[in-house]
């Protein structure tokens, strides 16, 4: 009691603070438009979990299956597979949040890590992915908490500190294969064993801590060697990224167009007072490393820095496909470090205002509260990156009225058999449709963009439909019936305006 007592007020600010977190995440958590991945990893789990012989069953696109293998359990809970799928998310940006907190206060102090977790509550950027089924959320949890772990483990050489950080570096692998960049970054530590007393035997014990958290790690990536198809792993990833020998003669090319990505990028999702903490967090880190050489917090900071920087840089060195969610785990350390560059301009605020938290709290809050109004009622007005907005809204990859379709359709069969057709075999289509059709007698045939032969055969017998995108199917068709449309965003650059449509296949 004692210790609540004299810790009441900080203890009230972080409940207020995981409060305002779920009300920015949990509110029409449906709202938004099923994303391609989003469909795929929702329709994984439910196969997984309706056959346990396919508990593996995403290696064989080369994905690690521990998100899918933690949706499973809350389909028992949650009817919609969509807001089951999100909320796994909500919740690992929970845990996130925690570590954010949690970290923040272990580097610097109490009052960097409510500044570091205030920004990790409202910042558009984990607001938006902190919403979606997606598994980068998970990851950025895992990776928030190895850095804390990895930190810990500097000051304290204990065994058991080191096992947990091999469990949750083996975490991050298990549920997406860039978590390797946890491992390659985790020597970068012994900047915080500088000066510690012990000598080489210190180091030696350290190094060898180190040896049992990787070896845990990779113990736990080797068991999905259990599963057939491992070895996709490594050749899907191949698709993702450049190798050396192929950026001989030309090191920048994909360097300096995903340069000028994050350029957009961060400015929207972050916004321009946070990115500015980041900033100053990031210049003040600098400074202190440089006037207080090999002296603690300072080289801590540093950690955290080059840990967020790293994989940035790796990423936008070699990757060949770049999207914001792919930076998503470096973002809760920048937000630290904007939480510790926001405790920097504090001080300086008080020159000009009596009350320079407030000035803060009304420079901080109105363009990230503004994304997140819209994000939770409008998603349509959220001011998005162009490529973000595209993807997520306005391409095939979004998928608008699928719920509404598939009750449509269980209605349908009721009283006779029904076909479906899709145009698509992977992605949104089918699985998106499929995650509300599941354990339903309703036939599903994949097909291309077009309705094919296969689907005008099933509809002489069957009350047959299509599902698929406007722009495909408009006047390449013929003898079918509009049954629902449901319009997708209007693209910013004028062309033509996408829908899902439904259309009943007449015999």
Not at 228 to 257: A, H, K, T, V
Request: hydrophobic residues 50%; glycine residues 6%.
């Amino acid at each position: 009691m004692d210790f609540l007592v004299k810790r009441r007020r900080g203890i009230l600010i972080l409940i207020a603070l995981i409060a305002v977190y779920f009300i920015l995440r949990l509110p029409n958590l449906t709202l938004q438009p099923i994303f391609a991945d989003e469909a795929i990893y929702i329709r994984w789990a439910q196969v997984m979990r309706a056959e346990s012989t396919l508990r593996f069953l995403p290696l064989s696109d080369g994905k690690t299956p521990l998100f899918m293998w933690a949706m499973i359990p809350l389909f028992k809970f949650i009817h919609d597979p969509l807001l089951a799928g999100r909320v796994l998310s909500v919740i690992s940006g929970f845990f996130t949040l925690l570590g954010v907190f949690f970290l923040s206060r272990k580097i610097y102090n109490t009052r960097t890590a409510f500044w570091a977790s205030l920004l990790y509550v409202i910042t558009p950027y984990t607001v938006f992915f902190d919403r979606m089924a997606l598994v980068d959320s998970m990851l950025a949890a895992f990776t928030v908490w190895s850095v804390y772990f990895a930190v810990w483990l500097v000051s304290s050489l204990r065994l058991d500190i080191a096992m947990i950080l091999g469990y949750l570096l083996g975490g991050g692998i298990l549920t997406k294969t860039p978590g390797m960049f946890n491992l390659l970054v985790l020597p970068i530590t012994i900047i915080g064993f500088i000066r510690r007393k012990g000598g080489k035997n210190a180091l030696i014990k350290l190094i060898a801590l180190w040896g049992v958290a990787i070896g845990i790690a990779l113990a736990m990536y080797n068991m999905l060697r259990l599963g057939p198809n491992f070895q996709m792993l490594s050749s899907r990833n191949m698709d993702y990224i450049f190798s050396p020998m192929e950026l001989i003669g030309r090191p920048l090319d994909p360097f300096i167009p995903h340069f000028n990505d994050i350029a957009d990028w961060f400015p929207k999702l972050l916004t321009w007072p946070i990115l500015f903490c980041v900033v100053m967090g990031m210049i003040y880190i600098i400074y202190m490393i440089w006037q207080q050489m090999f002296r603690g917090p300072s080289l801590l900071g540093g950690i955290i820095l080059l840990w967020a920087l790293i994989p940035l840089l790796l990423n936008m060195a070699f990757l060949r496909t770049f999207t914001a969610r792919y930076l998503f785990p470096s973002i809760p350390l920048f937000l630290v470090i904007a939480g510790f560059g926001a405790t920097k301009i504090l001080p300086r605020l008080a020159y000009i205002r009596r009350f320079p938290i407030l000035l803060m709290l009304i420079v901080l809050l109105p363009l990230p509260l503004y994304f997140d109004f819209f994000l939770l009622t409008s998603p349509g007005k959220v001011p998005l990156p162009k490529e973000e907005r595209k993807g997520y809204f306005e391409d095939w990859t979004s998928g608008y009225g699928f719920s509404d379709i598939a009750k449509f359709l269980l209605e349908k069969s009721r009283d006779k058999k029904v076909v479906l057709g899709t145009a698509g075999s992977f992605g949104t289509l089918p699985d998106g449709i499929q995650i509300y059709l599941d354990k339903s007698k309703i036939s599903i045939v994949t097909s291309s963009a077009t309705i094919s032969a296969q689907v005008r055969n099933a509809a002489k017998d069957n009350l047959t439909y299509f599902i698929g995108n406007k722009r495909d199917l408009e006047g390449s068709a013929s003898d079918i019936v509009l049954i629902k449309e449901y319009p997708k965003l209007k693209p910013l650059d004028n062309s033509l305006q996408d829908a899902t449509v439904l259309y009943q296949v007449l015999p």
